[in-house]
Each structure stands twice: as C-alpha cells, then as structure tokens.
C-alpha cells in the first residue's frame, strides 16, 4: 500500500517536459516588428520547392516576412527586400565558409 500511495505521489511532482525541436512561438507582435530580429530556422529545397522556416513560421519565395519580402532561398540563407533594402538571414550567423 505504501509503495502504491508513492508511486501516485511522485507523479504529482513531476515536470512537463518542452520540447527541444519546437520553433519558438511567434506572437502578432513579433510577426509585425520590423524583421531585423528574424531568425532563419530551416531551409528545405527540393526540386518543386524552396520553403523556409523564420521566426517558427513556415514561408516560400514571395511570401512577406513582416515588412520585407522573401525574394531568394538558398541552402544556407534567405534574403529579404524591405523596399530597396535587401537583408540577409544565415542558418548559421558567425560561421563563414572558406575555400
């Protein structure tokens, strides 16, 4: 009985778990700022598709990011135009490929 009235107890403690793959949540209020902030997530290209995921939000050429405009997807970036300026978001940001 006793080993019955702990195993139920030890179940009220227990944590919930996040799980470690899930893209943040964007909020409206995120998704509305100005894209500086954006982060490229994914990139997934195959020969009918380019799609990437920025801010947790799944997006193909075209599409708006806030205020700018996914104008190219390439394996390890996307760029974006915000009126004639062009932004450009790494999947991976500090790391440069050398010849």
Not at 33 to 45: D, F, G
Not at 55 to 63: K, Y
Not at 64 to 79: F, H, L, N, T, Y
Request: a positive charge; zero cysteines; charged letters at 20%.
């Amino acid at each position: 009985m006793l080993v019955l009235a702990l195993a139920t107890a030890s179940g009220a403690f227990a944590q919930v778990l996040q799980d470690p793959t899930r893209p943040p949540s964007a909020s409206p209020s995120v998704q509305d700022t100005k894209s500086e902030s954006s982060r490229l997530q994914s990139v997934l290209i195959s020969p009918g598709r380019k799609l990437a995921v920025i801010d947790g939000r799944t997006v193909t050429l075209g599409e708006r990011v806030g205020d700018a405009r996914v104008v190219a997807i390439a394996p390890a970036q996307v760029i974006l135009q915000r009126g004639a300026e062009y932004q450009t978001l790494k999947l991976h940001p500090g790391i440069e490929k050398k010849p």
